[in-house]
Structure formats: structure tokens, C-alpha cells
């Protein structure tokens, strides 16, 4: 009988002093014959749980099963049937709430690495190039089958939930133009997480198999601002538009101090590395101030990245200062891991209340209180409330807030009939994406608030179906006698 493997095969990783100085993959992915064996890992369950915990299905059983056949291109042309990006969900999906935490292995072993295999498939065929170009030709079980729709469609933004609907779109024939108000597409995929996690040329990849299938791509140009909704449906002839625009804007603690120099979003700190490489400033155009003593405010994905890029460009102390603790924290296990290796220190149960400047106007302290958690508030986890007389000063210069963010208004607010929460959030149909204006669908981070990739992906996929969907029975409307669904 072979015997069991307790453990996921370890993905190998650079080590923790090595990648401190640099800005390469940590993690280095499976080798064909630690991918084989973490397949053979794979019970193959009748009724594999381990589906239900992805967001959007997966078959992971198959795909699985198609690498322990040795059927590596096969396994990544079954996922990219329900999911478009498995290079980038294998890499940031948090698994472990996600597919692995419902594997029924789980508890007496670790569970099957699925994030890693879906990575390694993915690699497999963007590396392989002549294999690559067949699989991906006809995946995704998409409608293009050489109907020629003439339809103009326009896909707001360029993120995971635009890319998958623009990608879905151009397949079925549509005549696409993604619509990006950054000088770079990919939204938080290209100027939010950083390279050492997702390498850029992933993304630009996926970007160049959009252009190569006849999606137009448009950067510098804000929706609502250089062009509105209504101008692009009504004057440029689109006859329907997905809204992927994210949920960029930054939230802040309301806090004294949280104007002085030195303090950035995250989402600023990031943009200006990830985007305009500023930490090579003077080479580039854009500066960023290279703090010595930092702290990065949250414990969520975004402050793992922040904190973690503070110390590859130079930080000589950087802390996560997080008002709970390690088990309320909601950023993916291996992030964490990698950033304690790293040298991160967490300060737990500790809150900002006060930010210190010098007479230059800089940041240059603050003034913390001590936390206890008291009982659950509304979300469920324990309400954490100040501990009186607990105050104390950190010594920084440079405080990065990475709280959560809030959609941009800007197309919300240009848009005339387009309904919003009170957050700003659109208010969409979550099986269509359907907006309170005909025509206009949405998801994503926009819809939902700071979520996940793949639900941001999902999210696009099924507003795609039904921009397909709607533009048929239009179609059909439009000429006498005939039937519905023959588009
Ligand atoms: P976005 O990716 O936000 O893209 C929206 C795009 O729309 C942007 O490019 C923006 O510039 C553009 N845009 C906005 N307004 C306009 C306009 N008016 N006109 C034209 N374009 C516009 N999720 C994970 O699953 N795993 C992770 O490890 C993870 N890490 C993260 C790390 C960071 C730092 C951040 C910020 C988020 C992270 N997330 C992670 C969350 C995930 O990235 C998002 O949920 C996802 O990117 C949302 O996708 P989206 O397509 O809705 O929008
Ligand atoms: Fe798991 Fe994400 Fe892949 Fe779904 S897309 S199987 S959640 S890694």
C-alpha cells in the first residue's frame, strides 16, 4: 500500500533573507513531479466539497485528476471553462477559506494544495507556448462559434471582474473596448498587489490574450469624466456596458496628524511602486518616501503588502498595528507567514489614536491606545474597546493606512438612473449584474465592496452571460419573426 501523505507537498520559496532585498516571486511553484504528487494527494470524491467552496465551481476533482493523469494542458482547459484567470487565482485566491478549507482530508492531514496546482497548470501552458495556443482558443464554453454579432459592447475599468467579462464578451463575437482610467490595465491585479506575490508579466499575459482576441483597450480615460455612460451608449453606439471600476477610494481613521507628510492610503503607497516605480525614483518620474520606521495601520491582504513592500524598499522596523488580534485578522495564512519570515513585527490589540508631527510638517510618532476585545458586534467577531490610560508613542516616519476602501463615485455619480447603496456601492443583480438602468450591468468590487479576485472574476463572468443574453433578445425584438435565442 503507498503510504499517505500527511503534508502538502511544501511549494518551494525563496528564502525569507534573500527576498527581503528584492521584488521576485516568493513562492517558485511546483515542479511536474511534486505537482504529480500532490495529485495523487486527491481522494477523487464522488461529491467533492471542495467545489462548493470555490466562489465560482471549479471542477477541481477533474482538473486534479488530469494531472495525476499527466494531462497538464487538459487540467487548465477544464478550469478555464468556469474560471478565465488560474494563474492569478492560484497565486492569491485565500484558499484556505475558500476550495481547501472544504477538502475532506482536512483535519487529519493538511488538505490537497489546489491553489498551488491550479498555479502549476497555468504556468504549465503559458510556458508552452505552441500547447497554449490551442487550449486557449476554444475555452471558457463560450457561444464563439463564428456568429458574427455586430454589437458594441464597453467594459468600465480593467480588473479581474472587467478582464474576465471583456474576455468572455470578445469570444462570443462582441466588439469589446475596455475603458481604464490609469495609464496601465489590470486594476488592482497590476497596481495593488505587489510583484513578489503576482508577477506583473502574469497579468500583462492575460492583458496581450485579450488585445491578441480584438478587445480595444482605452488607458487614460475616466468614465464619467473624459466620457459618461450615457455619452457611450447614446453617441458611441455601445449597446450595452459593464461597470468593473473597483472600489479604490481610500478610508482613512478621522484621526489628528492624518494630513501630515509621510502618511499615505494604501492604495497610494502601492500605486506609486507597483505603477510608477517610484521607489526608483529619480530614474522614474514619481517619488515615495522610503520610511525607516514604519507602520502600516489593518491586517487585511492590502496591509500584508504594504508592509511587506516597505521592507524591500529599505525599512529598517515595520509593524502591523491591528486593533484585534492574529484570529480576527482577515489576511490570507501564507501572506502572514511570509511576512513574519520576513520580519514584520504585529502589534495586536493596538490602535492609532493621535499621529505626531516635527515642526517640517513630517510624521514622526504615534500615539497608540491598548485594546481588549469585549463581546461580538454585529459582524461577529469580538468588539475590541480601549483600555484606559494605555497610551503610548511609536516612534515612525512614514504610517500607511490600509483600513478598506470605498468605490470611486465618479461613474455613479455621472450616470443619471443608476441606483447606489449608501456606501456608494452600485446596486446590481447578483446572478446578472443587472444595474436599475437598462443596459448597464456591474461587479465586482464596485458592487460588492472590497472583496476577492475570483468573486470579482466570477462576477464578470456572469455579467457577460447575461449582457449576451440581453443583446440577443434585443437582437431578436428587432427583427420581425425571428425566434428568441437564436442570435
Ligand atoms: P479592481 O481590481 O479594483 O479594478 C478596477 C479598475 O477600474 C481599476 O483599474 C481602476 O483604475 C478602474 N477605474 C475606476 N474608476 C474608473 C473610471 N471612472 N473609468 C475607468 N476606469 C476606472 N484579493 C484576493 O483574492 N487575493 C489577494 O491576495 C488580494 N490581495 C489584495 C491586495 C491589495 C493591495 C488590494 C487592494 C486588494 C487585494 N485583493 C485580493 C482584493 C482584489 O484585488 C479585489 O477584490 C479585486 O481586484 C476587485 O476586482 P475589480 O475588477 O472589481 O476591481
Ligand atoms: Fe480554489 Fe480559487 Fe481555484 Fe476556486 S479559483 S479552486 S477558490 S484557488
Redesign the pocket.
Known amino acids: 500500500m503507498p503510504m499517505v501523505q500527511l503534508k502538502k507537498t511544501p511549494l518551494p520559496a525563496l528564502d525569507a533573507i534573500q527576498r527581503r532585498d528584492g521584488f521576485q516571486e516568493v513562492n517558485l511553484g511546483y515542479t511536474p513531479a511534486q505537482a504529480l504528487a500532490e495529485a495523487q494527494r486527491c481522494l477523487l470524491c464522488q461529491e467533492p466539497a471542495c467545489e462548493d467552496g470555490c466562489p465560482v465551481g471549479v471542477p477541481i476533482r477533474d482538473f486534479i485528476k488530469l494531472i495525476a493523469e499527466g494531462k497538464p494542458l487538459e487540467a487548465v482547459r477544464r478550469i478555464k471553462q468556469v474560471n478565465s484567470l488560474p494563474a492569478i487565482c492560484g497565486r ?3 484558499q484556505e477559506h475558500q476550495c481547501e478549507l472544504r477538502c475532506v482530508i482536512r483535519g487529519k492531514q493538511e488538505p490537497v494544495a489546489i491553489g498551488a496546482l491550479e498555479r502549476y497548470v497555468a504556468d504549465y501552458e503559458m510556458n508552452d507556448r505552441p500547447g497554449a495556443a490551442g487550449v486557449s482558443s476554444g475555452h471558457n464554453g463560450s457561444t464563439s462559434n463564428g456568429h458574427k454579432a455586430s454589437a458594441k459592447v464597453a467594459v ?7 478582464l474576465t467579462a471583456a474576455g468572455d464578451l470578445s469570444r462570443m463575437g462582441y466588439q469589446v473596448t475596455l ?4 495609464h496601465l ?5 497590476m ?3 505587489p510583484e513578489f ?1 503576482l508577477p506583473k508579466s502574469i497579468v500583462a499575459a492575460e492583458i496581450d490574450k485579450l488585445r491578441e482576441q480584438g478587445v480595444e483597450i482605452r488607458c487614460n ?5 473624459t466620457i459618461t455612460i450615457d455619452q457611450l451608449m447614446n453617441e458611441m453606439g455601445y449597446a450595452a456596458v459593464f461597470i ?5 477610494s481610500p478610508k482613512f481613521m478621522g484621526i489628528p496628524g492624518e494630513n501630515l507628510t509621510g502618511v499615505y492610503s ?2 497610494e503607497f ?1 500605486t506609486r511602486i507597483n505603477l510608477m516605480k517610484a521607489h526608483c525614483f529619480p530614474d522614474y518620474d514619481t517619488p515615495v518616501k522610503k520610511g525607516q520606521r514604519v507602520a502600516v495601520v489593518g491586517a487585511g ?2 496591509a500584508m ?1 504594504v508592509v511587506r513592500t516597505a521592507i524591500r524598499v529599505g525599512a529598517k522596523e515595520a509593524s502591523v498595528v491591528y486593533r484585534r488580534t492574529e484570529k480576527e485578522m482577515t489576511a ?1 495564512v501564507e ?1 502572514y507567514r511570509h511576512a513574519a519570515e520576513e520580519g514584520v513585527i504585529f502589534r495586536w490589540l493596538t490602535t492609532p489614536v493621535r499621529l505626531v508631527g516635527s515642526g517640517d510638517g513630517w510624521v514622526r510618532g504615534m500615539e497608540c491606545v491598548r485594546m481588549e476585545l469585549c463581546e461580538p458586534d454585529e459582524s461577529g467577531r469580538r468588539r475590541p474597546m480601549p483600555v484606559p490610560g494605555s497610551e503610548s508613542v511609536m516612534e515612525v516616519d512614514l504610517v500607511v493606512m490600509a483600513l478598506g476602501t470605498n468605490p ?1 463615485p ?2 455613479s455619480q455621472s450616470t443619471p438612473g443608476l441606483a447606489t447603496d449608501q456606501y456608494g456601492h452600485i446596486k446590481a443583480d447578483p446572478l446578472t449584474g443587472a444595474t436599475s438602468k437598462p443596459g448597464v450591468f456591474a461587479g ?3 458592487v460588492t465592496g ?7 472574476a466570477g462576477a ?1 463572468k456572469r455579467s457577460a452571460l447575461a449582457i449576451h443574453r440581453y443583446l440577443s433578445e434585443k437582437l431578436n425584438a428587432s427583427v420581425p419573426g425571428r425566434a428568441a435565442g437564436s442570435h
Open positions: 492569491v485566491c485565500p468600465v475599468g480593467s480588473g479581474p471582474a472587467s475603458f481604464e482610467a490609469l490595465p489590470g486594476g488592482v491585479l497596481y495593488g498587489i506575490r480615460t475616466v468614465i464619467g469624466r468593473g471600476s473597483g472600489a479604490g494604501a492604495n502601492l491582504d492590502t503588502d490570507r501572506d470611486n465618479t461613474v465586482g468590487d464596485v472590497s472583496a476577492t479576485v475570483i468573486l470579482a464578470g
